[in-house]
């Protein structure tokens, strides 16, 4: 995997622990075969490609600037993580969670990591969860700014959100 920002800030650059964290956690309670997934901010691909690899249907998406990153480490990679038997299934798609567009298709769930580290981008990131029709989402993040993670909690909940 690449992990330079191409004009992007380094987020989208690394594999980060808490995307290590939702791929295990994930696989160990469901089976992803042929579930539509939408990822929200896919940074390096990493995570779309491994649940692809489990059979998961996903859609990577992520800003302007880092979209090039994404696309070339995706299709980049495929042959990495699939033999001769296998076929996996992943989009590269951009989304601004500031425009309100929606990414095309029905998906059954919706995850993300890491994606709490800009305050700014909290209710841009609820609105794109509820344009989506989010019904199951499932977002990790590595504890860095407790009290303005409580907020998107916060603000989550007052969106309608619950928590497991």
Known sequence: MEHDALGSDESSGWIWVAGRVLASHLLSIIDVKKLHILELGSGTGWLALTLAQEGAIVTATER????QLLTR???????????????????VVECKWEDDIRVPGDFDLIIGTDLL?????YVPLLNTLILHNCKRCLLTWEERIPKEEATFLALATAAGFTFE
């Open 73 to 91: 480490n995706v299709y980049g990679h495929l042959d990495r993580f699939t033999n001769e038997s296998d076929v996996m299934s992943v989009e």
């Open 64 to 67: 302007p600037g880092a979209l």
């Open 117 to 121: 580290y800009i305050v700014e981008s």
